[in-house]
């Protein structure tokens, strides 16, 4: 082999290596574009993924104060349950007939229940004023209604 054909074979191979190199460029940049982009998207999944359960965390401590509440909420239904009931039982217990009840008797006696009965009202206004308006009971309604039994 003559010296031209060797230099003639070195040159090709050559321009072989650099044409690989500047695919080899190019396949390298357009995966580094990739990287970048998919890095970028991780980190905004990321962030999404943080804000979801920050917001996760905020919604369990409202349901576990809307649960508090409800629990609140249904003892304080039941405790004026109990006394409306015992209310009752001692209106309807009494064996005295009803035309020859005193007046006064009646008065005390209506007197006692409307007693009774705002004493159930202002402790259940004191122990709601922070509850939102849906989860408020009508207790002046409940009120006057239960007035109306004694009537």
Do not use: C, W
Not at 20 to 32: K, R, T
Request: net charge negative; proline share 1%; no cysteine.
């Amino acid at each position: 082999m003559t010296n031209a054909e060797t230099i003639s074979k070195l040159n090709e191979a050559l321009e072989k290596l650099i044409t690989g190199y500047e695919v080899l460029q190019n396949s390298y940049e357009e995966l580094q574009e990739k990287n970048d982009k998919l890095n970028n998207e991780n980190d905004n999944l990321k962030e999404k993924i943080a804000f979801l359960e920050e917001e996760k965390r905020d919604l369990e401590d409202n349901v576990n104060v809307l649960q508090d509440n409800t629990e609140k909420d249904s003892g304080n239904i039941s405790s004026m349950l109990d006394k409306i009931e015992g209310l009752l039982s001692k209106k309807s217990s009494s064996s005295i007939p009803h035309n020859t009840v005193d007046k006064e008797e009646k008065i005390e006696e209506k007197t006692n229940v409307r007693d009774s009965i705002e004493e159930i009202v202002i402790d259940s206004k004191d122990e709601h004023k922070s509850d939102s308006s849906e989860n408020k009971i009508d207790l002046n309604r409940m009120a006057s209604l239960l007035n109306g039994f004694n009537n």
